[in-house]
């Protein structure tokens, strides 16, 4: 807008300076010698020029043929630092290009019109050959040096010290000729002194100037590559060592924001990575900004945890404060700029229709033009960097404090606020109060650009502006109902998008299990009905925004419109320069006004998003009071429980622990045991902390450590998830894994300890999981350890060696708590703590309670069944060996296994899991934008949408021509046409263009609102249609990121975006067009300054680009960091890990704000060199205004074109930036593309090849030489199993933790589809029928029990297909019914997120209920009891027997007993069927592998079924 302000003043000075110009020389002049003539010294370096050029052509010819293929390598090795200033030395070789450049097109102008002589023609041809070779000069200095090169080419060292000769020639006979004619041409003395001073400093450079030495600069680190001439570098710097160039930036780098150079010319030469991005100064980092943040707030809540939001905004403001006060003085300084323009034009329009005050009036003018456009330019960069900079920190500090308050959130709090809806507050809330610092200034800056537009317009309009006035008031005042309808619709909108993103992030917590059941579009069809409702808010959200648009673009026509009319009705004298004056004031008030609906939209988003955070902020914290914490040497106590009460939910009637008292010294081993829900569990969330106590005393001496009933495994390697935090001990940390067991584990994984573990410990089994916790635990050394129940999910010999290893072992002088189900671990305990509905029932030592009560008799009466189970299988009868069908079995899978065994030993491709987030690189591609724009109704909408806005430019253009046109230039000039008919053609325009918007608003909403729903529709179906190696490899956060944050901004800002930049570029069309109509010759200067345009866009982008998608990918950790804290903060809190955990989370918040911040300055170094060429635009078409002929052209038109010519530099940019900041935004729409191309999972149902409604009727499972691998670059799990799962029989499938017998479950059910072979059931291969066919058929009981937040019968039946007496009848099958009638909602009792509110073993009973109702003919046990006691184990298994006699039930157990009633027993190591055969007669057959494992699970019991004979006898 700025743009064609700048130039208008120079008008006397250039046509004084071409007159002088234009006075002939003679040879006489200098007494007949030529030599001393300057115009023959025009012919003389003209020539020299023109040999220059041709020589630095050939030279460059010359190394382009001589490079050959070498060409990309020293393309790639161009360093743009090699000889010293080489930059400099670049910059003045292209402004001397430049500068005769701008002399050649005065005079050619000047003389065209003044007419032409051979001495003009020579000084024509000298500028022109001088513009052509310093131009091919600097193009080969840009593309040839090289970083390698220490000094300049010869031919050009040679050249500068010949042009030095020349120049000193030149000017000496410039001073001669003076002193003869005492006069002499202003050019040729400006041309002659420029040649001389720079021709000085070329020479000093060409014959002085070495290599710089290495690092001179800030920025030399972060520009030097891995190689430099093809040679590798020993040690290559990286752009993540070091900080950002800004925290120690001069003042004209900062001035220019030429910091940010060297990491814009590193992105133009290669994609640029994270560790090429310098790190935050220290005050931008979250160690600076979070301190003050969080002491201002402490301050402020005087130690309450209650957080309001005005205490949130005072602590964000005082954080922020200096940039807030810095921004607004930019603000002002932009302020007061922009409206000098419109002050002076009517001064303008009166100076070229010829009334002129003073003779130096058009200096002044120009003058003023140019000074303060230029003020205006740097003042918006300065401003826009400095409030983005301000929001990154006030983000940062936000999710700083977010996440703390994850760490210490009470559990009643957690169940109120899950995961999905504080990864919102965190990704969305947080970001969008970040964006707030470019609206924070606006408020204020209306009043003062209203104030300064009235008084404008009281100059122009007198009284009438007072009309003015009134009429931006009304469209101030409209915004009032449809801000309050947005501040509606937008916490409703991110209301109903917590809910949605709450389900999201649950079902991809258990896709496995969806997928399993084949409930997965049961669940998609539940995200898809909340998207449906949080689609009716956005749309009505985004359908008040176009109506809100619409009033505000047609604001400044009404105003306009009021003014005007008030003119006429008051009789003001309308004259061109007012007019023009007032349009131009009112396109500035646009401005304001346009920017105020998204100003109080972002005011009531940002509103809303304190609101939620400081609700989040407000929540309960675990009770810091609950446990008195004691030095390890004070006492000999241990753990001390003095009259405890405690309850989960502290409002409720019935405490869950209740009358507890215990004491442990230091050295005890205590164990736990009870039924199902007795409250062990609860036991040990009350010693740690974790529970709220609502009466009595707890005592605890020392360090803790502990090991959860669920493990939690963080993503990353094993390795970092032992040592958790401690420096590697190789010693102790040797001994840990031996202990755990963990070393052959180690050899068979892919990358031993340092294998990436996916999301929740994905690619291990679930006893490797829960046997690398145990180890995180004993590396810690603490002092007192507290075990729940974690041998219950590994194999009983495994079970043996941890529990000897460990409790007896390494932790044999520790305080060990343990909780178990295993009644064989108890007898070595100090005491044993019997639990029952919340009480301890008994405590003592194995004997003493035997004898004392009935509780402690009823479980290990039940382990006597077991094992009594045992000895008679031992002694049944069988036949000797293996039967004849076992023998051919195990021949053939020996022979396959020796196959095998060679193949995997050798060439196997071996890889991560987990592998880093894929980015697009490179330009974001045509067919993203031409997907995003089709995507609604095929585009249809876009050409609607473009003419609109057409015709809305056309318009707008109409009205304002006729306004000029109509109007008198001064009073003494009448009126071409009546008020009544001015007026009324204006308004009809107006009008016109007011409905254009409309439309163009509605039609864009429209567009933008069906393109969201149907990307997000089509995303979330590829995405629940994707293979579960799928959700293996990708951490959710990944997938929550795109749901959230991407598609967040493809709902409300893609559609604009797109909009605003086709608007920008017919908006920039129509200035130039109205410019061209004037003087056509501004092309001649406009042309090339477009194509600099488009090339710095084109050398900007390259970098811009990759930084925005670093942005995407460095936000997903933040994220993925977070949900894993919230899912493991109680044993991050038991180790007292916070700290640390912190840290890593500033660390990561810090990754995400360093692609940020840099793109924010990257944005503004880009717009600050546009706004220089905007400007010379700008002054070159005020320039030849002021310079042609009075008369030559309508005073009125010409002011026309300086008032659209203001908006040329805003404009010019805002084109550009918004195609950045669109090709920045479109990575969303990029990123969703990315997942709705995601592999597919085989088809759900083949309509040719459907099985009958009965099938499996026998249930016969047929195993073919199986291979399954997870990933293509993965090892075999399962190498060539063969063997039959007869029909309605029992099978067991046994094996220690690893061997793949959760993988041939997964294969069953084609989770994981095989490498090689097949399975048949009842002689169909599963591979040839559908997915949902396959699975809704069997069923399975999971290793990990999942329950869904809802009600027990939506965990029970999510499909809705049974009634309440069989989910009654189920529950009572499965020993849970008396659990579920204690509640008061009965079967809609509430069930929480991931069913924290239900004990692991009640999940577990609610599994076994979901078959029970189902009665599948093939049933799958994978370790369906492990987390119960064995009086419940036995129960269950009864149950089982009962309910599937004629089913094919394949059972994976480490309880033996719980496979020793199989019909068969089938035992695997490391992928391959080692025995396979009844077990009587693998137990017959001492040497089988099956007996010795019964052998050891018979010797871990043997000591307490001694004592158990014992006290019975």
């Given amino acids: 807008m700025g743009f064609l302000q700048t130039s208008s003043s120079s008008l006397t000075d250039i046509h004084v300076f071409l007159s002088q110009a234009a006075r002939p020389f003679t040879f006489a002049d200098m007494g007949g010698s030529s030599l001393l003539n300057p115009v023959f010294l025009r012919v003389f370096t003209g020539s020299l020029h023109l040999i220059l050029f041709v020589l630095v052509s050939i030279s460059w010819v010359c190394m382009k043929s001589r490079s050959g293929d070498g060409g990309e390598r020293q393309k790639q090795n161009v360093k743009h630092a090699g000889p010293l200033y080489y930059r400099a030395t670049l910059f003045f070789c292209l402004s001397l290009s430049l500068f005769n450049l701008v002399l050649c097109i005065l005079n050619h102008f000047y003389w065209y019109t003044n007419g032409w002589s051979e001495e003009k023609m020579v000084t024509l041809l000298d500028l022109g050959a001088k513009t052509l070779a310093w131009i091919s000069l600097s193009l080969f200095f840009g593309t040839r040096i090289l970083d390698s090169e220490t000094k300049y080419p010869l031919v050009f060292r040679l050249w500068w010290g010949v042009n030095f000769s020349v120049s000193c020639y030149c000017l000496v006979i410039d001073v001669l000729y003076y002193k003869r004619q005492h006069f002499l041409s202003s050019l040729f003395w400006v041309s002659d002194v420029v040649s001389f001073v720079t021709s000085v400093y070329f020479c000093y450079l060409g014959f002085f100037g070495e290599k710089r030495n290495e690092g001179t600069t800030l920025h030399e680190p972060l520009l030097n590559g891995s190689a430099s001439s093809g040679i590798e570098s020993n040690k290559p710097s990286r752009g993540d060592e070091t900080v950002t160039p800004y925290a120690k930036a001069g ?141 990154y920190r006030a983000r940062a500090a936000l999710v700083a404090k977010v996440y703390n308050k994850g760490l210490t959130l009470s559990c009643q709090s957690k169940q109120g606020h899950t995961t999905g809806e504080i990864i919102n507050i965190m990704s969305v809330d947080a970001e969008r109060i970040g964006d707030f610092g470019w609206y924070m200034h606006d408020p204020w800056m209306v009043i003062i650009q209203v104030g300064l537009a009235l008084a404008i317009l009281y100059r122009n309009v007198g009284l009438a502006s007072i009309a003015a006035l009134v009429a931006t008031v009304l469209v101030m005042l409209a915004n009032v109902p449809l801000g309050k309808l947005q501040e509606k619709f937008q916490d409703k909108l991110m209301k109903s998008k917590d809910a949605r993103m709450k389900s999201t ?95 109080i939209s972002m005011i009531v988003q940002t509103k809303v998003s304190l609101d939620r955070i400081a609700s989040f902020l407000s929540l309960d914290d675990l009770q810091h009071e609950v446990i008195e914490k004691l030095p390890f040497s004070s006492s000999k106590m241990a753990i001390e429980i003095i009259d405890g009460n405690f309850a989960w939910d502290v409002s409720s009637s019935s405490p869950t622990l209740k009358d507890i008292n215990l004491s442990v010294s230091r050295g005890m081993r205590v164990a736990i045991c009870g039924t199902v829900g007795s409250g062990k569990s609860s036991l040990l969330s009350c010693v740690l902390g974790e529970m709220p106590k ?112 460990c409790i007896l072992g390494l932790l044999s002088l520790k305080t060990v708590i343990y ?204 995405i629940f249609r994707a293979p579960m190696s799928f959700f293996d490899s990708t951490p959710s956060g990944r997938i929550l990121n795109r749901a959230s944050t991407d598609q967040s901004t493809v709902d409300l800002n893609m559609a604009s975006l797109v909009g605003l930049f086709a608007f920008a570029i017919i908006q920039l069309l129509g200035i130039i067009f109205v410019m061209s109509q004037v003087a056509w010759q501004v092309f001649i200067i406009f042309i090339p300054m477009i194509a600099i345009c488009l090339w710095l866009q084109k050398y900007y982008i390259a970098s811009a680009r ?132 995601i592999p597919s999972e085989p088809p759900l149902v083949i309509e040719s090849n459907r099985p009958l409604s009965q099938w499996p009727t026998n249930g016969e499972v047929n195993i073919q030489d199986l291979q399954v691998r997870y990933a293509p670059h993965l090892p075999l799990v399962l190498r060539g199993l063969t063997c039959t799962f007869f029909g309605r029989k029992r099978t067991g499938i046994v094996g220690r933790t690893g061997s793949g017998k959760s993988t041939l479950i997964q294969t069953l059910f084609r989770i994981v589809d095989p490498t090689g072979g097949q399975i048949l059931i009842d002689g169909i291969d599963i591979s040839s029928i559908g997915l949902h066919d396959l699975r809704s058929r069997l069923s399975i009981i999971p290793q990990d029990p999942t329950m869904f937040e809802g009600t027990i019968r939506s965990n029970l039946d ?56 189902k009665k599948s003919q093939v049933l799958v046990l994978d370790e369906a009891t492990a987390s119960v006691d064995t009086a419940t184990d036995n129960l269950i298994q009864q149950t089982l027997k009962q309910h599937f006699t004629n089913s094919t039930v394949i059972t994976i157990a480490h309880r033996i007993t719980s496979v020793l009633d199989s019909d068969r027993v089938a035992l695997l190591d490391h992928g391959l069927l080692k025995e396979y055969d009844t077990p009587g007669k693998l137990l017959e057959d001492k040497s089988s592998l099956f007996s010795k494992l019964v052998a050891e699970y018979s010797m871990r019991s043997a000591s307490s079924h001694e004592d158990l004979t014992n006290v019975q006898e």
């Fill in 251 to 391: 003042t004209f780098s900062l001035f220019t924001f030429s910091w940010l150079g060297p990491l814009i010319a590193l992105g133009y030469k290669k994609t640029l990575d994270l560790e090429d991005v310098p790190q935050l100064s220290p005050l931008d980092t979250v160690k600076g900004a979070f301190p003050i943040f969080n002491s201002k707030l402490e301050t402020e809540s005087g130690g309450s945890t209650k957080v309001t939001t005005f205490m949130l905004v005072k602590g964000l403001v005082f954080t922020t404060r200096q940039e807030i006060a810095v921004s607004a003085v930019y603000v002002l300084v932009y302020t007061f700029s922009s409206y000098v323009g419109p002050y002076l034009i009517d001064n303008l329009v009166q100076y070229l229709n010829g009334h002129r005050d003073s003779k130096n009036e058009g200096y002044v003018l120009v003058s003023a033009f140019f000074i303060a456009k230029v003020f205006e330019c740097v003042s918006q960069r300065h401003w826009f960097f400095t409030v983005q900079r301000a929001g």
């Fill in 505 to 599: 992030s649950e079902v991809l917590r258990n896709m496995r299990i969806l997928k399993l059941q084949a409930w997965e579009m049961k669940f998609l069809s539940r995200i898809l009905d909340l998207r449906k409702i949080e689609a009716g808010w956005l749309r009505k959200y985004l359908y008040t925004s176009a109506v809100t648009t619409f009033v505000f673009w047609g604001a400044p026509t009404f105003v306009s419109v009021i003014t005007f009319g008030a003119c006429i009705v008051m009789g003001i004298p309308l004259e061109s320069g007012k007019i023009l004056s007032a349009l131009a004031t009112f396109r500035i008030l646009q401005e304001p006004i346009y920017n105020l609906p998204d100003t």
């Fill in 694 to 805: 609502i009466s009595g005393i707890v005592r605890l001496a020392g360090k803790k450590a502990y090991v959860a009933q669920s493990p939690w495994i963080q993503s990353g390697k094993i390795e970092e998830n032992i040592l958790f935090g401690k420096d590697m001990d190789r010693q102790l940390y040797d001994k840990v894994l031996e202990a755990c067991s963990l070393k052959k584990d180690l050899e068979i994984l892919p990358f031993g300890d340092q294998t990436v573990i996916g999301e929740r410990g994905i690619n291990l089994s679930g006893g490797q999981k829960q046997r690398i916790q145990i180890a995180r635990a004993l590396y810690q050394d603490a002092d007192i350890y507290l075990f729940d129940d974690p041998f219950s999910a590994v194999d009983a010999h495994t079970g043996t060696h941890l529990f000897n290893e």
């Fill in 819 to 1022: 909780v178990t189900h295993q009644v064989e671990f108890l007898p070595v305990a100090d005491i044993i703590v019997v639990m029952k509905d919340g009480k301890i029932k008994q405590a003592g030592k194995y004997n003493d309670i035997l004898l004392s009560g009935s509780d402690f008799m009823e479980l290990v009466g039940a382990h006597e069944e077991a094992l009594s189970a045992i000895d008679s299988w031992a002694t049944s009868k069988g036949e000797e060996g293996i039967s004849d069908n076992a023998k051919k079995v195990l021949q053939k899978q020996e022979s396959q296994n020796n196959r095998n065994d060679k193949v995997n030993g050798g060439d196997e491709i071996r890889g991560q899991l987990v592998e880093e987030e894929e980015r697009e690189k490179g330009r974001v591609g045509l067919a993203v934008y031409w997907k995003y724009i089709t995507t609604a109704y095929g585009g249809l909408l876009v050409p609607f949408i473009l003419l609109a806005q057409i015709l809305f430019q056309a318009l707008q253009i109409g009205s304002n021509y006729w306004m000029a046109w109509a109007t008198p230039v001064s009073k003494d000039v009448a009126s071409p046409v009546g008020s009544s008919t001015l007026i009324l053609v204006y308004v009809a325009l107006s009008i016109g263009s007011s409905f254009c918007v409309f439309a163009r608003a509605v039609l864009l909403v429209t567009a933008g609102y069906k393109t969201a729903t149907i990307l997000f529709n089509t995303m979330h179906q590829c």
């Fill in 1106 to 1237: 990759e930084l925005a998608r670093l942005c995407g990918v460095c936000k997903a950790p933040v994220i993925q960091h977070f949900s894993e804290t919230l899912s493991g903060s109680s044993t991050i809190r038991s180790f007292e890990q916070e700290p640390r955990f912190r840290d890593t989370s500033m660390k990561l918040i810090d990754g995400y704000s360093r692609p940020k911040f840099h793109t924010a300055g990257a944005m503004e170094w880009l717009c600050i060199r546009l706004d220089v060429l905007s400007l010379v635009t700008f002054a070159f078409s005020l320039v030849f205004l002021i310079s042609i002929p009075k008369g030559a052209i309508d005073p009125s038109v010409a002011g026309l074109a300086i008032t659209y010519g203001l908006n040329l530099n805003m404009l010019q940019s805002w084109v550009v930036w918004n195609f950045c900041t669109l090709e920045n935004r479109i990575i969303s729409v990029e990123r969703i593309l990315q997942y709705i191309s």
């Fill in 1358 to 1413: 999510p499909l809705e297909e049974y009634t309440d007496e069989q989910i009654w009848e189920a529950l009572d099958k499965c020993q849970l019914a008396d659990d579920v009638r204690r509640k008061e909602g009965k079967l809609d009792s509430s069930v929480s997120e991931n069913g924290e509110n239900w004990s692991v073993g009640q999940r577990q009973l609610v599994c076994l209920g979901r078959v029970l109702l």
